[in-house]
């Protein structure tokens, strides 16, 4: 799962770059919103996911323990 998520931080990253609507304000989505606009905000929800996922997945689980273990002085008192 966590080569996944890596796959997926650089599709978002090269889709971000979205040079196919720089020059349109047409379509618009929902009758108002420009699609470069809404293009971003799905880029933005899609981050906010890809984040939750990279949490749950890709973030070391002991990191608190070994936050402990090297507060400890090195006599073991």
Do not use: N
């Not at 080569?3 to 040079?19: C, M, S």
């Amino acid at each position: 799962m966590r080569r996944l998520v890596y796959g997926l931080i650089i599709l978002l990253a090269v889709l971000h770059q979205d040079f196919w609507w720089w020059d349109t304000a047409e379509p618009l989505v929902l009758g108002f919103v420009p699609i470069g606009l809404a293009f971003h905000a799905g880029i933005s929800v899609a981050a906010a996911v890809l984040w939750a996922l990279a949490v749950k997945y890709c973030w070391p689980a002991d990191v608190d323990a070994l936050d402990t273990v090297a507060d400890q002085p090195e006599g073991g008192e």
